[in-house]
T-cell receptor
Framework: RKEVEQDPGPFNVPEGATVAFNCTYSNSASQSFFWYRQDCRKEPKLLMSVYSSGNEDGRFTAQLNRASQYISLLIRDSKLSDSATYLCVVNPPGTGFQKLVFGTGTRLLVSP | NAGVTQTPKFRVLKTGQSMTLLCAQDMNHEYMYWYRQDPGMGLRLIHYSVGEGTTAKGEVPDGYNVSRLKKQNFLLGLESAAPSQTSVYFC??????????????FGQGTRLTVV
């Protein structure tokens, strides 16, 4: 089983739609969780960290479910500019939580 | 505020040639990483470093070597390039693992083609 798994998509949604992505992780002792955004041919950039109680940043909401070992990202009122690949990132134990493990990404296409 | 800078941004190598990719960060971060990104494979960790003078293997270290002689620089070397090393290489840095939710910052990537 992969350490971090994501549905690759693509998710095709119209502007204004709500879309949700899930990501599962294999190691229950994983510590930190993030969602990164990557535009085509660009470097990944942090979208938001994911906190145990869930957190919101404008139209974006992240949730962590430790019991089921998944994190989610909800995007409300999708914009054309939200089109990108969303990477789930987990900080597993072992070697002192030094590594960051990336999922393969979920591609989102928002159309007019 | 340069952040993480990778050099070069593009390179074409012939099979068997060697090269070094340079990553420099100006944020005084302890941790630095080298990833490669291939279609459908996501970002895979090649090597990483948790401080000056220390390096460790990641998920796909074969064919690569690294050095961290100065805290701000992390070098990735290809001794004898192979077509399978055609990829986009990203360097990242992070303050430390001892604080929760510390963000990793990425360089702009190096597109390497081995022919």
């Amino acid at each position: 089983r992969k350490e971090v798994e994501q549905d690759p998509g693509p998710f095709n949604v119209p502007e204004g739609a709500t879309v949700a992505f899930n990501c599962t992780y294999s190691n229950s002792a994983s510590q930190s969780f993030f969602w990164y955004r990557q535009d085509c041919r660009k470097e990944p950039k942090l979208l938001m960290s994911v906190y145990s109680s869930g957190n919101e940043d404008g139209r974006f909401t992240a949730q962590l479910n430790r019991a089921s070992q998944y994190i989610s990202l909800l995007i409300r009122d999708s914009k054309l500019s939200d089109s990108a690949t969303y990477l789930c990132v987990v900080n597993p134990p072992g070697t002192g939580f030094q590594k960051l493990v990336f999922g393969t990404g979920t591609r989102l296409l928002v159309s007019p | 505020n340069a952040g993480v800078t990778q050099t070069p941004k593009f390179r074409v190598l012939k099979t068997g040639q060697s090269m070094t990719l340079l990553c420099a960060q100006d944020m005084n971060h302890e941790y630095m990483y080298w990833y490669r990104q291939d279609p459908g494979m996501g970002l895979r960790l090649i090597h990483y470093s948790v401080g000056e003078g220390t390096t460790a293997k990641g998920e796909v270290p074969d064919g690569y070597n690294v050095s961290r002689l100065k805290k701000q620089n992390f070098l990735l070397g290809l001794e004898s390039a192979a077509p399978s090393q055609t990829s986009v290489y990203f360097c990242a840095s992070r303050p430390t693992a001892f604080q929760m939710n510390t963000e990793a910052f990425f360089g702009q990537g190096t597109r390497l083609t081995v022919v």
